[in-house]
Each structure stands twice: as C-alpha cells, then as structure tokens.
C-alpha cells in the first residue's frame, strides 16, 4: 500500500499488502457470519492515525451492529441489508505505525488508546482526535477495556447524573462493562454507591468499592426502603415505574442501555416511554450517546493513574476466537470486559 496522505512514519515493506482480520458481509450471530481473511490495510485521513492493533474490546454495541439490530440500527446509516464495515471492532490499544500529514499529536512508536475503525484487526485506522496515550500502568489488553465502557460511564455520571460527592447512587449492571466503571467513578466523584448484580458476582462489585451490594435474585428492587439522587441504569431491563420509585423526589434516572425494545427500535422504544412517564414529573431523566473524544480519555486516564479506577477483565481471547467472546458476552456470562488480545 502506498499513500500521499502518509506523514511521520512512511510506509514499510513489512506493512505493505494484506492484514488478518475478522469480516463479515452480511448480518447474523457471530458464528454464522463472520470469519477470519486477509484484507488490504486501512488507508488513513490527513487527520487519521494508523494504529498496530494490540488488543481490542467486545461491547453490546459489537453484537448489535453485527447482527443489525435493532432495525433502526440499520436505517441510521450502517447498512440496509448488509454491514457498509466489513470489520467490526471500536475499542483498541496499540502502537502508532503512521499518522496523517495533518497530526502532530502522535508520532510513529506512540502507545495509544481510545477509538478506531474496524479494531478487530491487526491495524486500525482513526481519527486522531479519539485517541488518548496510553495510561502507563495498564497493559495492552487492560487499556482497550476502558473506552467506550469507561467514556459511557464517566459521561452519565459526570455530564448527565451530574454526581455530587455524598449523594446516594444506585448503578443498575454494576458488574458489566459499563457498570465496573460506574461505581468507580461515582465513588472517585465522592458518592455513597449501591450496585445490583447477580449472585454471583456480589463480591466482585464490592470489590470494586460499592458501600452496598444488592443480589437483585435475593432482593426486590422496588423494596429497598431508599431513595437515591441518581439511579444509573446499565442493565436495561427493569421497569420505568421500578426505576423511579427508587428515586428521591428531584432525582435523576440516567437509562445507558437498552435490550428488550424489540427488533425495530431495541431501547428506543424504553427511552420513548420513559420521556411520557417523566415529561410530568420533578424527577428528571437523562439519555445519551456516549461521545468519542480524546479529552475525556485523558480523565479516565488521570482516574486510572491515581489508582481510582481500574478495568476489569473477564476473559481474553485471540484474534480468531473473536466470534466466540461475541458469544459469551452475548450469553451474559461476563464480569467486566471481554478483549481481544492480538499480543
């Protein structure tokens, strides 16, 4: 591959020709669908970094786009009837291999981490304003567990929960992806923390820091006998009418995730009935999509320097086995954050 739009590092014979990466070419689950192929490498923007793959994430939002669902999904510009992307992947980590000739940021030989296209690869391409260097006391693998997780969380609690140290918080998921991060950060912001899981997974969130640990198979929610500020729900499946009971009179329902609004508007149609059950209400409720930006990378990396915050991972799996960490996060297995880790 050669390019004029190469700057700082030029292109190397080692680098020319084809790359291992995971494809797919039409929707499905990930073993009907996807497979193991060499493709060209990724051309790269004058604004664009070039990154050596090192290690990837698996999130929900992977699943959903591979499999194109729900159906707004698809309408919103990622294909009708087949991926536009062949590759699927956002979270990486890894080494800068070439920067476009408008980014003096990173230079060739640069640890990074943050979002790329297509990152179940060996290279990724991305912008360079959503990469972030890499925080030091993290490997590889650990760096590309926290973006999209990390950047999630940190915005609903900071941005749209609007956290204050000493309020009450309840974090709904608290032991996936987004919710590890949650009560970290809520506790790193000065918030008394309590986290629902399973029971299995009771001591990893109060290792995590979490004052309190609720086994919603033991306890019903609607029960608690409290009232918290901000209820951060990353679960997706509790009721609106459960969610706002366990509110404070003026609290905030933050809704981060969604999966039982069926094949056409998945968490859509929550978030739409919520906004009814709330336009007539002093509860407020918040709903986002989670901004890519290399600032707010380098305040998670400031929290996971100072030791407030730390991924955690579930499993590791190799390039190959990709279709299988799709599978067991899918199936809910997880604790954490599932990696792709290429080595």
């Not at 069926?262 to 929550?270: I, K, S």
Request: aromatic fraction near 6%; hydrophobic fraction near 45%; glycine fraction near 12%.
């Amino acid at each position: 591959m050669s390019s004029p739009q190469l700057a700082t590092a030029d292109v190397t014979p080692e680098r020319e020709g084809t790359m291992r990466a995971i494809v797919q070419d039409r929707y499905g689950e990930a073993d009907e669908v996807l497979r193991e192929e060499e493709i060209p490498l990724p051309e790269i923007g004058d604004g664009d970094v070039l990154v050596r793959v090192r290690a990837a994430a698996v999130d929900r939002g992977v699943w959903h786009l591979m499999t194109g669902l729900a159906y707004l999904i698809r309408l919103a510009g990622y294909g009708v009837r087949a991926p536009k992307m062949r590759v699927r992947g956002t979270d990486v980590a890894g080494v800068v291999e070439a920067v476009g000739k408008d980014v003096s940021s990173f230079r060739a030989g640069d640890e990074v981490f943050g979002f790329g296209a297509g990152a179940f690869a060996e290279y990724a391409a991305a912008p360079a304003d959503t990469l972030a260097p890499k925080p030091r006391n993290l490997t590889f693998a650990q760096a590309a567990a926290v973006p999209v997780s990390a950047l999630t969380a940190l915005q609903g609690v900071r941005d749209h929960g609007r956290v204050q140290p000493g309020q009450r918080v309840l974090v709904i998921g608290a032991s996936g992806g987004v919710g590890t991060f949650a009560v970290q950060i809520a506790k790193a912001f000065g918030a008394e923390v309590t986290g629902v899981c399973s029971t299995s997974k009771v001591g990893l969130v109060r290792s995590l820091g979490a004052d309190r640990v609720v086994d919603y198979t033991r306890e019903d929610l609607a029960r608690l006998g409290q009232r918290f500020d901000v209820v951060l729900d990353a679960g997706g499946n509790r009721s609106i009418t459960v969610l706002r009971r366990s509110l404070a009179p003026h609290g905030t329902l933050v809704l981060i995730g969604g999966e039982d609004g069926g094949r056409w508007l998945g968490g859509m149609d929550r978030v739409l009935r919520a906004a009814l059950v709330f336009a007539f209400s002093r509860q407020r409720l918040a709903t986002y999509v989670c901004k890519e930006n290399a600032a707010d990378l380098v305040v998670l990396s400031e929290l996971v320097e100072s030791g407030a915050v730390k991924p955690v991972i579930d499993r590791t799996f190799p390039l190959g086995q990709v279709p299988a960490a799709i599978t067991h996060l899918r199936d809910g297995h997880a604790r954490g954050k599932v990696v792709i880790d290429l080595g």
